[in-house]
């Protein structure tokens, strides 16, 4: 729904809610009815073109909601990462980032498993990495490689600046044979 649809949405469901108070007092008793009595003799006896005016609206509004609900829904573009060529408009998903950013992590040596976030922000597109590792490799060089890998595939396949690449590292995985000799003991 665009803003201007918005703004007139709103109004219409304000100028709803007073007309619902009004008639829930008119016909509960709150509101007197000789206080309505002139409004509805004026409107009744069309000397009051402004009514008219304002019944027309609220039915031009009116059937520009109801039309629209029938109208068929376009697909929602994913979220992604839109650039200019020269031949039109590209968008590359995050979804898309996201995948070439876990298959070149996943070829660094030492990543077990891991989880990947990419944000597009004005300030630059960021990726984050959370990995598990096994615990034989460095930690300082297997998260620089992590980052230096990761950037080069996504900037070279996608074409997509790369702004930050940052790795959480959030469990080092036991090794086998460690695993293995502790339950034998």
Known sequence: MNLFDRFILTLYSFALIVLSCVAIGAT?????A??????AEQMLTGSHPAYLIVAIIFL??????????F??????????????????EVNITLQTIQTIAERAARRVKGVRD????????????????????????PLPELTQQLQAVVKEQVEGI??????E??????EVAQSEIYAARRRVE
């Open 60 to 69: 031009i509004v009116s059937l520009r909601f109801f039309f629209s609900s």
């Open 165 to 170: 690449v940052a790795v959480v590292v959030t």
């Open 28 to 32: 509960s008793g709150l509101i007197p």
């Open 34 to 39: 000789d206080y309505l009595r002139p409004y």
């Open 71 to 88: 109208r068929s829904r376009q697909p929602k573009r994913e979220r992604g990462i839109r650039q200019r060529s020269d031949l039109g």
């Open 114 to 137: 891991l989880k990947t976030v990419v944000r597009a922000h004005e300030s630059g597109n960021m990726i984050t990495l959370r990995v598990s590792v096994d615990g034989e490799t």
């Open 158 to 163: 996608a074409g997509v600046m790369i702004s």
